[in-house]
């Protein structure tokens, strides 16, 4: 079965640093992943996927996120936070192998404080 | 496009009385979800469709939740009745196939109270 882990509830992060959403994944083969971003009262919105290639997939709003193998992992970053990036971020999977919906995980609050 | 759109876009409504959340999926995509999302258990997959058939309702909580598409063009998700612990946002997404490469798009989601 597939599932993510999103480690943490709320992140929070000054202006201007550095940010990073974790995200951890298990599925029985190799796996697409993305992430999504909900504003306040909003869908949620497609920011970025991993299906092939380059480890290191670039979005929008400057976002990115890296996809590491050997850990299981597809961590989303932004070198340098804006207050407007504040939201919930999702993590999403699906093997590869299968034909099954996105499972997403339970969210992660970034607060961007100016 | 309008993209994916839902009403109502919020819902008051009494304990033991009907409720039908509808959606307008975007024209051309043959995949349609149904979620639901608390703060307690996150975004929940309901239903889904492939080509209006419903592929997998095991996410829907019980009997009282039913859903349908009874065209590419417009899905219900209907609780008969309604209890307070149905309180939650429903989203609808669509998507363009079932390959497993696409992702999804959402609407803005319809804001349930059962009150």
């Known amino acids: 079965a597939q599932s993510v882990a999103q480690p943490e509830d709320q992140v929070n992060v000054a202006e201007g640093n550095p940010l990073t959403v974790k995200c951890t994944y298990s599925v029985s083969g190799n796996p697409y992943l993305f992430w999504y971003v909900q504003y306040p009262n909003r869908g949620l919105q497609f920011l970025l996927k991993y299906i092939t290639g380059d480890n290191l997939v670039k979005g929008s709003y400057g976002f990115e996120a890296e996809f590491n193998k050997s850990q299981t992992s597809f961590h989303l970053k932004k070198p340098s936070a804006l207050v407007s990036d504040s939201a919930l971020y999702f993590c999403a999977v699906r093997d590869i192998g299968g034909n099954t919906p996105l499972v997403f995980g339970k969210g992660t609050r970034l607060s961007v404080i100016a | 496009d309008a993209g994916v759109i839902q009403s109502p876009r919020h819902e008051v409504t009494e304990m033991g009385q009907e409720v039908t959340l509808r959606c307008k999926p975007i024209?051309?995509?043959?995949?349609l979800f149904w979620y639901r999302q608390t703060m307690m258990r996150g975004l929940e997959l309901l239903i889904y469709?492939?080509?209006?058939?419903?592929?997998?309702d095991s996410g829907m909580p019980e009997d009282r939740f039913s859903a349908k598409m009874p065209n590419a063009s417009f899905s219900t998700l209907k609780i008969q009745p309604s209890e307070p612990r149905d309180s939650a946002v429903y989203f609808c997404?669509?998507?363009?196939?079932?390959?497993?490469?696409?992702?999804?798009?959402f609407g803005s989601g319809t804001r349930l109270t059962v009150v």
């Open positions: 024209s051309g995509h043959n995949s």
């Open positions: 469709f492939n080509n209006n058939v419903p592929i997998d």
């Open positions: 997404a669509s998507s363009s196939r079932p390959a497993p490469n696409y992702g999804y798009t």
